[in-house]
């Protein structure tokens, strides 16, 4: 069984650029979520999707999107990109929705807004 | 809201002390609660969980009580190695998402 995959691994951006960050779940694995890691502090939930479908989201503006594709990958975009943005992003994959707490993590993307 | 609070670090303990990280939640309804880990350089994993009160999780000697009437869920290990040392996050599930706490740096000197 794969684990979860992110690219890349790291990423410098301006502010008010785009960008875009990739996740392959495990294989099998309906729902993502997205977090955001601060440095110093704890993921904060982003958003979920299952079945390519939003299934929840955090407190994030709607400048944080995201799809979900049919081969269990993912990608989380965010729009005009601000210093603040600066962060881990991780993404995590489960099975479906009804064991949404039981979780894998991706290494992570390393975002720099300068 | 919801949330998790937990113990502030860093923690430097000898290798075979006894470990406590506290963690503290606040939550509507009856979450499920969990402790994950992040060692140097790897992504996050589950350590254990507990769903529901008085549950106990346990995994690689650590524990974790789900003590509702006190609204913690605090993490224990007898004996730590040099192994252990990484960062710990408490966490809870709500049925939609994830509330993380801001971590615990463990530093296990030989």
């Known amino acids: 069984e794969t684990g979860v995959t992110q690219s890349p691994t790291h990423l410098i951006k301006t502010r008010g650029q785009q960008v875009t960050l990739r996740c392959s779940s495990q294989?099998?694995?309906?729902?993502v979520s997205w977090y955001q890691q601060a440095l110093g502090q704890g993921p904060q939930f982003i958003f979920q999707y299952y079945r390519e479908e939003e299934n929840g989201r955090g407190n994030f503006p709607p400048r944080f999107s995201g799809l979900q594709f049919p081969n269990y990958s993912s990608e989380l975009n965010v729009n005009a990109l601000e210093l603040d943005d600066s962060a881990l992003y991780l993404c995590a994959s489960s099975l479906d929705e009804r064991s949404a707490d039981t979780q894998y993590f991706g290494p992570g993307t390393r975002l720099t807004v300068l | 809201g919801d949330s998790v609070t937990q113990m502030e670090g860093p923690v430097t303990l000898s290798e075979e002390a006894f470990l406590t990280i506290n963690c503290t939640y606040t939550a509507t309804g009856y979450p499920s609660l969990f402790w994950y880990v992040q060692y140097p350089g790897e992504g996050l994993q589950l350590l254990l969980k507990?769903?529901?009160?008085?549950d106990k999780g346990s995994n690689k000697g650590f524990e974790a009580t789900y003590r509702k009437e006190t609204t913690s869920f605090h993490l224990e290990k007898g004996s730590v190695q040099v192994s252990d040392s990484a960062v710990y996050f408490c966490a809870l599930y709500t049925g939609n998402q994830f509330y993380f706490g801001t971590g615990t740096s463990l530093t296990v000197i030989p």
């Open positions: 507990a769903t529901k009160a008085d």
């Open positions: 294989s099998g694995h309906n729902t």
